[in-house]
């Protein structure tokens, strides 16, 4: 069946970095975008970018410019997110999530979804 | 960036009753060349991912329940559960995919 599968959750110290990564199974990998949205405890969605599947193109929120990398590995079907310099309140729930394609595009409506990685940043 | 605005922020039904959520986005999401509203809804129940549950604002996404619609146009939308079950407590998302910069609604938490 068509999921995605997120690496584990991982502790972090204020100023380091993580790298969660999203290996997708059931579809093809390269006719897809992969998003990252994250969730801080209690608190609502915050989307972080996009990575085309395809082309490797990356588009970042403003807010995470300079800090976050979006890669794939084609070979693996896998998506990763690299985050740096890790603050306190980047404490979140991050998710991957496939876009929907169908046949006028693709779109940002996420239709698949992995489990989520939980990231504490603390010191 | 287009903020989305949800209402009411909780909302308490009583099962069998309908539910109505609120969605306002700060400028239309519909999109002129394919007469489309870029406008998904999501249920969120705790410690799972988000289900997507309708797109383009009135789609429902395969294996989603009929009582479960999605309408509005522009800049107004409505998600409405028609007849509440107790599997429906979650919280509900809207979010616009009018821009390349996507971006949520607050939520809406349903309980019965």
């Known amino acids: 069946q068509v999921q995605l599968v997120q690496s584990g959750a991982e502790v972090k110290k204020p100023g380091a970095s993580v790298k969660v990564s999203c290996k997708a199974s059931?579809?093809?990998?390269?006719?897809?975008?992969i998003h990252w949205v994250r969730q801080a405890p209690g608190q609502g969605l915050e989307r972080m970018g996009w990575i085309n599947g395809n082309s490797g193109a990356t588009n970042y929120a403003q807010k995470f410019e300079g800090r976050v990398t979006m890669t794939r590995d084609t070979s693996i079907n896998t998506a990763y997110m690299d985050l740096r310099s890790l603050r306190s309140d980047d404490t979140a729930v991050y998710y991957c999530?496939?876009?929907?394609?169908?046949?006028?595009?693709?779109?940002?409506?996420?239709?698949?979804w992995g489990q989520g990685t939980m990231v504490t940043v603390s010191s | 960036d287009i903020v989305m605005t949800q209402s009411p922020d909780s909302l308490a039904v009583s099962l069998g009753e309908r539910a109505t959520i609120n969605c306002k986005s700060s400028q239309s999401v519909l999109y002129s060349s394919n007469n489309k509203n870029h406008l998904a809804w999501y249920q969120q129940k705790p410690g799972q991912p988000p289900k997507l549950l309708i797109y383009w604002a009135s789609t429902r996404e395969s294996g989603v329940p009929d009582r479960f619609s999605g309408s509005g146009s522009g800049t107004d939308f409505t998600l409405t559960i028609s007849s509440l079950q107790a599997e429906d407590v979650a919280v509900y998302y809207c979010?616009?995919?009018?821009?390349?910069?996507?971006?949520f609604g607050q939520g809406t938490k349903l309980e019965i």
């Open positions: 999530a496939r876009g929907h394609c169908s046949g006028i595009g693709c779109h940002d409506v996420f239709d698949i």
């Open positions: 979010q616009q995919y009018y821009i390349t910069q996507s971006s």
């Open positions: 059931g579809y093809t990998f390269s006719g897809h975008y």
